[in-house]
């Protein structure tokens, strides 16, 4: 398995993996896919890798900047992360997770949040963070991990991407 960025190529698959990886998941909304596709077209997709293996895109992963108010640089979100049902629980995806938060680290961002599975994700170093909020998002599933010393309060946003269109 090799971890790279998205090529052009890769689009169909990303979309499929990742509609693949949501049809059964009991919080989606299917809306995944669209997600990707729209940060992509927005040109809001700030990191996007791809897992592949005997030359088939396995599993995906996707960095989008949010917004603090207050202002502060630098921050992401994670998400959504995809992996082919037939491939989940081996490690793709914390793989993938991994590569991409030391890519950030590397490229000197700030921080990053996820909305998801506490216990998941605390392997990764995110955790509850009173300070950040995400409104309308229950605060146990709402994480932060910090990439610098910096530190910040406020609400977070994501990219309309998110959001109904």
Not at 14 to 24: H, Y
Not at 82 to 87: A, L, M, Y
Not at 125 to 154: D, I, K, N, W
């Amino acid at each position: 398995m090799i971890i790279r960025p998205e090529r052009s190529d890769d689009h169909e698959a990303i979309r499929d993996v990742t509609a693949a990886a949501f049809a059964e998941h009991p919080y989606s909304d299917q809306t995944e896919p669209l997600i990707v596709e729209r940060l992509r077209a927005a040109g809001a997709l700030a990191l996007s890798l791809v897992a592949e293996d005997a030359g088939e895109v396995i599993a995906h992963v996707a960095f989008s900047p949010v917004t603090l108010t207050p202002s502060a640089a630098g921050w992401y979100g994670l998400g959504p992360v995809s992996v082919r049902p037939d491939r989940q629980g081996r490690g793709v995806g914390s793989a993938l997770i991994r590569q991409g938060l030391d890519m950030l680290r590397k490229s000197g961002a700030s921080g990053c949040v996820v909305v998801g599975e506490p216990e998941f994700y605390k392997k990764f170093g995110f955790r509850h963070e009173r300070t950040l909020v995400f409104p309308g998002c229950a605060p146990q599933y709402f994480l932060v991990l910090a990439l610098s010393e910096t530190a910040v309060s406020g609400k977070v946003a994501y990219h309309p991407a998110f959001g109904p269109m």
